[in-house]
């Protein structure tokens, strides 16, 4: 589903649309992909991640119906950064896992269910990427329902642990929790819409541990102790400079999971 209105409003699914926001970068991808929730016939939107503080953006999403609800994923800026002002923009309340990003309503709870926009979402805790991220099950879309996955699961590439807020401990049992949900459609807030969940949930734990078993070659070759700084050097050697911060935040968090 790709038809796309005058205003950058993309159809995602059968009961999801997205705009693309202006702010593509190394780890925010093309941008990042805000979602708008609705059932056939509803009245009201569900907004999920405004992103950043781009006015356009948030008079687009703003103009194509009353929204009713916005939802964050997580606590990082280029999800957050817009909440209150679109919240200001819209009347809607802000709800998410940190306190500090609600605005006008209760933080969400893991397992709670929410009947918004004429249908269902269920809130997922997915601790990994951060410790706050959550994930949005809409078991009504489409025939095995989709799931908007934030940043825990992204669209290509793969996804920082923001360590030690995210830890692969938590992440794994993230992945774990998603691949259960079946081959419900991935809607990611960076990079393009995928199939499968389960499939995509697999390959996702396929590749930490494939990266674990080269932090471990690295720590025999380097010895034992041997710092984040080195084993990054040895396990992301061609990485681009402009993304090696995250590279040390996930070999920090690969060291914590095996020194355990």
């Known amino acids: 589903m790709t038809t796309q209105n005058s205003s ?24 990042t992909n805000s979602y708008l929730i609705s059932a056939p016939g509803a009245e009201g939107r569900v907004a999920v991640d405004p992103g950043p503080l781009d006015e356009p953006h948030l008079q687009a999403l703003a103009g194509d119906g009353p929204v009713e609800l916005i939802l964050i994923t997580h606590r990082h800026a280029d999800h957050t950064a817009a909440a209150a002002r679109f919240s200001e923009l819209t009347g809607a309340p802000v709800r998410a896992a940190d306190p500090a990003h609600c605005h006008g309503a209760a933080p969400l709870l893991d397992g709670e269910t929410i009947w918004a926009a004429g249908t269902e979402i269920r ?58 949900l079946g081959p419900a459609t991935v809607l990611p807030a960076h990079g393009p819409v995928l199939p499968a969940l389960d499939t995509v949930a697999r390959a996702y734990r396929g590749h930490r541990q494939g990266r674990l078993d080269q932090v471990r070659a690295a720590l025999v070759a380097l010895g034992a102790e041997a710092t984040v700084a080195a084993v990054t050097d040895a396990v992301y050697a061609d990485v681009d400079p402009s993304v090696r911060r995250a590279a040390e935040l996930s070999v ?6 095996l020194r355990g």
Request: proline share 7%; with cysteine.
């Open 123 to 180: 809130v997922l805790a997915t601790p990994g990427h951060t410790g706050d991220s959550l994930c949005f099950h809409l078991p009504k879309d489409g025939t095995h329902g989709s799931v908007l996955t934030g940043d825990t699961i992204l669209g290509s590439g793969t996804t920082v642990l923001d360590y030690p807020d995210g830890t692969l401990r938590d992440y794994l049992e993230s992945l774990d929790r998603l691949e259960r």
């Open 252 to 257: 920090a968090a690969q060291l914590d999971y």
């Open 8 to 31: 950058g409003i993309v159809r995602s699914s059968e009961l999801t649309r997205f705009r693309l926001a202006p702010n593509p970068g190394p780890m925010s991808l093309a941008g």
